[in-house]
């Protein structure tokens, strides 16, 4: 995933979560913000050290990385968008973290058609 698509700044994340619409399932939390004057849209992963120790943290990341690469032509642009793990999580696989994802993108209408 390309810089120009990350959240990385504190103040960012804190103005979405302040400022953002959420939405959740058993898996996984979703915060989101329309930026109008953004090209594309940029996301911010959040997996607390409740989850596991740093390499199971860091496995999940990974999966969350790899579904928005793979549905990065389907998510509307102009979009700031966070997303939190959760504890049921850790014990979940790659395809089962997509599934998760692409449901809460779904019921938020941040799926192009």
Partial sequence: MKKAFRIKKNEEFQSIFKNGKSFANRQL?????????????????????????????????????????DLGDTIQDHYDIVIIARNPTKDMGYEEIKKSLTHLLYKEKLLNK
């Fill in 29 to 69: 939390v979703i915060y989101y913000v329309k930026k109008i004057d953004q090209e594309h849209f940029r996301i911010g992963l959040s997996v607390g050290k409740k989850i596991g120790n740093a390499v199971t943290r860091n496995r999940i990341k990974r999966f969350l990385r790899q579904a928005f690469q």
